[in-house]
């Protein structure tokens, strides 16, 4: 907390499961000059109150990419405000855990996300639209975190065709227990398919509805496309400003 950070040139920060308290990552990140990449997951201090400031003080004003995974000192709420504001901006989103974020919240949030490339889920003067986004949503090991409702996957697959055409890569965590689909599924996800023509990974809990999704893409000769959680997870990471430089052979 000593630092001088209100010097520092700092404006990527990943503090993932660090056990910062709110005080301590109030002072840091309110000192910090404003962020492109921030990775707070499993950061269960990061609070609304926290939130807030740095959107009060323009914090976010530059920020690509956010990782608030599992923070459960911050409310729905707080969330939905922060991607009414901000979502625009965004290029990836990580935003799994939260067993409380059903179908209506998304559903509400994804026309904020259209810019998002890496979506997991913008638009700011300098950003350059062409260049794709990442989300990661949804809550794995629902008997662990049991959801009040099933989530109607077929929704949210056909808001994420309607409003994020740049999407790259989209992971959708619900287990088989906790998604429900419909037989008019085919149709919502030929709409993803063709309307997402960026879409290099579709990674989905292993079950019927992953079989499904699947199949539609290897009919379309997409056999690459569609993965499992159990083999596969979306990251954020290769929105890093250096992240080529992390690659090795």
């Known amino acids: 907390m000593s630092v001088p950070w209100e ?29 492109t990449y921030l990775g707070l997951g499993y950061c269960e201090f990061f609070s609304d109150k926290v939130l807030e400031k740095l959107m009060e003080m323009g914090k976010f004003n530059r920020l690509q990419a956010l990782d608030i995974s599992y923070t459960h000192a911050l409310s729905e709420n707080a969330i939905y405000q922060f991607l009414h504001n901000h979502g625009i901006n965004l290029r990836g989103l990580m935003l799994i855990g939260k067993s409380k974020l059903t179908e209506n919240f998304w559903l509400n949030v994804i026309p904020f996300l259209k810019n998002i490339s890496q979506l997991t889920a913008g638009s700011r003067a300098y950003l350059v639209l062409s260049e794709p986004g990442i989300c990661v949503l949804g809550t794995a090991n629902g008997w662990f975190l049991r959801m009040q409702s099933r989530v109607h996957v077929d929704q949210i697959v056909e808001a994420f065709a309607q409003f994020c055409p740049r999407l790259e890569r989209l992971e959708i965590q619900w287990d088989p227990d906790t998604i429900r689909f419909s ?30 999704v699947k199949s539609n893409f290897e009919r379309a000769d997409r056999n690459k496309v569609v993965r499992t959680t159990t083999n596969y997870k979306t990251s954020i990471v290769s929105l890093l400003t250096n992240y080529n430089d992390l690659l090795f052979n």
């Open 7 to 35: 010097t520092s040139c700092v404006h990527e920060l990943d503090l993932t499961s660090t056990e910062l308290s709110e005080e301590c990552l109030e002072n840091v990140l309110l000192r910090m000059p404003g962020f």
């Open 183 to 212: 037989d008019k599924s085919n149709k919502f996800i030929d709409h993803i398919r063709l309307r997402c023509p960026y879409l290099k990974s579709l990674t989905l809990s292993d079950g019927e509805y992953y079989e499904l």
